[in-house]
């Protein structure tokens, strides 16, 4: 599993970063996820990096404010998020895919299901005045 940080209570307009790290695998994952999970709401991706190559994809809604990077240990992944909306608050997790992404062409998944569902605690971001 993964064990996430980083979380924290920001105003909009603010920044947070989040940081995810993992243990244990004997495989390397295809791909490491960050998730977020708004109260009322379902768990939704929102960034992927592609262990590979570097290669990092975004859902619309945070293009150009979020930034996904890993550092040299391979299993810690950071998500930098900057100019934070209220609609960013949510529960952040983070999650591997062990298969390259069934759309063609893309760079790693942004789809839930093709992600292992083994998840952390989370760490709560909350964008709010």
């Known amino acids: 599993p993964f064990v996430e940080s980083g979380g924290g209570l920001v105003q909009p307009g603010g920044s947070l970063r989040l940081s995810c790290a993992a243990s244990?695998?004997?495989?390397?994952?295809?791909?490491i996820g960050w998730f977020r999970q708004a109260p009322g709401k379902e768990r939704e991706v929102v960034s992927c990096?592609?262990?590979?190559?570097?290669?990092?994809n975004y859902v619309e809604s945070v293009k150009g404010r979020f930034t996904v990077s890993r550092d040299n240990s391979r299993y810690t992944v950071y998500l930098e998020m900057d100019s934070l909306k209220p609609e960013d608050t949510a529960t952040y997790y983070c999650?591997?895919?062990?298969?390259?992404?069934?759309?063609?062409?893309?760079?790693?998944?942004?789809?839930?299901?093709?992600?292992?569902?083994?998840w952390g605690q989370g760490t709560p971001g909350t964008v709010s005045s």
């Open positions: 244990g695998f004997t495989v390397d994952p295809f791909a």
């Open positions: 999650e591997a895919s062990f298969s390259p992404p069934k759309e063609s062409g893309s760079i790693c998944p942004l789809s839930r299901i093709e992600y292992l569902e083994i």
């Open positions: 990096i592609n262990t590979r190559n570097d290669g990092t």
